[in-house]
């Protein structure tokens, strides 16, 4: 089976959400097509090719703006048909979502979103998929002969051992209505590492009793090379900037590391963390729920705590 991949970049680099998107189609194809948007340095194509994609459908054309997402998912339809691809996978996301919904239409595909495993094809196709914010799985069987599917962070390992790809610019056949809405110009969150993408979170609640108490958590970051997120209270009480919120009306974070200092583990919060690899709780309260959730817990004050965490991690990394 031949299988394509639609990757996201950001700032000229593929996301890392992406890279394990190719990994899962390696897994399960013949031969893995990757499709990517806008400039990106040879040194970003070839990281695709390492993780599993023997070639690259490249549109470079300036016009052409990844978050404008009728003009891409007009391209992809064109990818799809022209090559005969049967299967088609990215990594789930905002864009995704949209995406996703108008290729299938295009392409007459049926779409399976947030799956967590590689799918079986013993007996049909079918896959598992996350559902009600992560609290539930659906087996879901796809029986349509084109299938979309948008794979949720951290379901695969990203491979190393693929070779540098073959790159070939593709121009899409767009019409005027895939461009007539577009993109003058965004605002984006600053900070060195991005809270969606991040491989370790450490984010603070309310326990941390104000803003000045931010260092802590800044310097655990640091030391991790971590982000830095906080719970909502503290994002509406002007303590955090709001793109740091997690949760079920935030930002949803799915990093190997989730680090959640002073906060109690509101079931809204936890919409946003349930598929972080690892959970570390530190938290004063032995009862807070948030330690149900957690793969490892403190049970102590963070003012004590933290300073003693990040001595600690300095000390071992020398
Ligand atoms: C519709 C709706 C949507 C929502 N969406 C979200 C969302 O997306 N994200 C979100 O986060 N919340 C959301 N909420 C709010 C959510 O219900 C909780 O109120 C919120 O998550 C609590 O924040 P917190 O844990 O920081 O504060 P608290 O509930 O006040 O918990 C503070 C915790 O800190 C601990 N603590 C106190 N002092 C210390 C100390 N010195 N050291 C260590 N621990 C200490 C306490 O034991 C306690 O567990 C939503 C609510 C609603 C109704």
């Not at 052409?64 to 048909?81: K, L, P, Y």
């Not at 007459?108 to 967590?116: I, K, L």
């Not at 530190?282 to 990040?310: C, R």
Request: hydrophobic fraction near 40%; charged fraction near 20%; proline fraction near 4%.
């Amino acid at each position: 089976m031949k299988v394509l991949v639609f990757l996201e970049s950001d700032e000229g680099r593929i996301k890392k959400s992406s890279l394990e998107a190719t990994s899962y189609a390696a897994e399960i194809a013949r031969e893995t097509v990757a499709m990517v948007f806008g400039e990106l340095d040879l040194s970003e194509l070839n990281k695709v090719g390492s993780a599993g994609a023997k070639k690259i459908l490249h549109v470079t054309d300036s016009n052409f703006d990844q978050s404008n997402i009728m003009a891409v998912s007009t391209a992809i339809a064109q990818v799809f048909e022209i090559e005969n691809f049967e299967l088609m996978v990215m990594a789930k996301s905002s864009l995704a979502d949209s995406v996703s919904a108008r290729v299938s239409i295009k392409v007459d595909a049926s779409v399976a979103s947030n799956v967590t495993n590689l799918p079986d094809m013993a007996n049909g196709f079918t896959v598992i998929r996350s559902i009600y914010t992560g609290k539930a799985f659906a087996r879901t069987k796809l029986t349509s002969k084109k299938k979309i599917l948008t794979i949720r962070k951290n379901t695969v390992p990203i491979l190393e051992n693929g070779s540098d790809p073959e790159v070939e610019l593709f121009q899409p056949n767009l019409k005027s209505s895939d461009t007539a809405v577009k993109v003058l110009s965004q605002e984006k969150s600053s900070g060195d590492i991005l809270l969606p993408e991040a491989d370790i979170v450490v984010s603070g609640g309310r326990g941390l009793k104000g803003p000045e108490n931010w260092g802590m958590v800044e310097d655990l970051a640091g030391a991790l090379s971590a982000a830095t997120g906080c719970s909502k209270p503290v994002s509406d009480m002007d303590w955090r900037p709001h793109h740091e919120h997690v949760g079920q009306t935030g930002v949803k974070v799915s990093p190997v590391l989730y680090v959640a200092v002073g906060i109690s583990g509101a079931i809204q919060h936890l919409a946003g963390v349930n598929s972080s690899k690892f959970i570390l709780v530190i938290n004063k309260d032995p009862e807070a729920p948030f330690f149900k959730a957690a793969d490892y817990g403190i049970v102590g004050d963070a003012f004590d705590v933290l300073p003693k965490l990040t001595k600690a991690i300095n000390a071992a990394q020398g």
